[in-house]
């Protein structure tokens, strides 16, 4: 039984064995492809190492005369090697060298067929990476321009595939900001109409009537304008506020805090990371207290502290002039209370010193913050936004921020 099957497996290898040496004859010439067919020891003698090298070039080149401009694209230097063992196993002088002068030996062991083998695996070597190798005239082989070539469809494919990652992810990142504005301008409207409420007590607690128009009321704003930005938002409320304050210079008292703590125009990557909701309902009144005329009087002033942290550049202006968390204002500071807090008040004080000089050419703090986040970015923090400012302060100040033209009206 087993001397039986080791004849069996004998056979199936010479008949894997002896098509490859089929095919050999048959390119050679003068003998039909027949695999049936057993060869006699004279016609296997008449096998030369040319013969061979050709039948290999034509399974690598698909032509038994490759010119300069042919790659061995066709077959792997292992197939060639396998096939060239297959037929080195019917030669009557196998696994003995080809010998030039006598002509005698295996014709597989012979230099020309060793050339083939070596081309085609130098070639392989080059299409991973290996050093360029030039022609005798000094251009660049076609090897390396097949390479190059390859390497570029390669490079295509995957910038495409990033290409639409950052795609996907664009559609993403736009889905979130839509939702995130959305609630942040529905925000922003009910603090519009509490300031309205706001101005029309104002206007009923005085005896004559206010000329300069008051914002419309919400149903009016969404007719004339259903799709408000950020911008006619800001517009709106810089609106409100004149008119506050003006009823207020007109009345002699301070009733209500300074409206609007957060700014409208925050910024499409703030909105991605942070809360949208801005804050408290502008137009809350600040508790007042009675003078001993009968007159109102603002809120008495508390501990002279900075926060451990504003928020927004408008928190930040609130602080210096109005405090915040019933604090002291920080312009109001005496030099020793400047010096207990004095990392924080000069780590300030040129943010502060910027939007006071904005003022004084006509902007309203709401814009003064906004010309801010347009030079160092609405992605910056209040934290990195001071440092900014500490590093620009050596080269003499933001170039956008030291000249100020007046505000267009």
Request: net charge neutral; aromatic share 6%; proline share 7%.
């Amino acid at each position: 039984m087993a001397s039986s099957s080791s004849s069996d497996d004998d056979e199936q290898i010479e008949s894997s064995y002896r098509r490859y040496l089929n095919r050999l004859m048959a390119h050679k010439g003068g003998y039909a492809p027949d695999n049936a067919r057993r060869y006699s020891e004279a016609e296997l003698l008449e096998v030369q190492p040319d013969d061979v090298a050709k039948f290999l070039k034509q399974l690598a080149y698909h032509t038994a005369t490759p010119s300069p401009n042919d790659l061995p694209i066709y077959a792997r230097e292992s197939h060639l090697n396998r096939v060239k063992n297959a037929i080195s196993n019917f030669m009557p002088h196998r696994y003995t060298p080809w010998n030039d002068d006598t002509k005698h030996g295996d014709p597989t062991l012979s230099t020309p067929v060793m050339d083939v083998l070596r081309d085609v695996k130098q070639y392989e070597a080059s299409e991973q990476r290996m050093p360029i190798q030039s022609d005798n005239d000094g251009d660049v082989s076609l090897r390396q321009v097949a390479q190059d070539a390859q390497r570029q469809r390669v490079q295509m494919q995957s910038l495409i595939q990033q290409v639409q990652k950052l795609h996907k992810k664009q559609g993403e990142i736009q889905q979130n900001i839509e939702a995130k504005l959305g609630l942040y301008m529905a925000d922003i409207q009910r603090q519009l109409d509490a300031l309205n409420r706001n101005i029309l007590r104002l206007q009923s607690e005085r005896s004559t009537v206010v000329t300069v128009p008051v914002t419309a009321t919400t149903a009016q704003r969404q007719d004339e304008n259903p799709n408000p930005g950020p911008m006619d938002i800001q517009r709106q409320l810089d609106a409100l506020n004149r008119n506050i304050l003006r009823l207020q210079s007109e009345r002699g008292t301070v009733v209500t805090a300074p409206v609007v703590t957060a700014p409208v125009t925050a910024t499409i990557a703030q909105l991605q990371d942070e809360n949208p909701n801005p804050g408290p309902a502008a137009g809350e009144t600040i508790p007042a207290t009675e003078d001993q005329h009968g007159g109102r009087t603002s809120q008495p002033e508390g501990p002279a502290e900075l926060s451990s942290g504003p928020k927004t550049l408008h928190q930040l202006w609130d602080e210096y002039m109005f405090g915040i968390g019933g604090r002291k204002p920080a312009k109001d500071f005496t030099p020793e209370e400047r010096k207990k807090c004095r990392h924080r008040y000069f780590r300030r004080k040129p943010v502060w010193d910027c939007i006071q000089h904005h003022i004084n050419y006509g902007y309203s703090p709401a814009a003064a913050c906004e010309r801010i986040h347009q030079c160092y970015g609405y992605h910056l923090s209040i934290t990195q936004i001071l440092k900014a400012f500490k590093q620009d302060k050596h080269r003499g100040g933001h170039p956008s921020l030291v000249t100020i033209l007046p505000p267009e009206r």
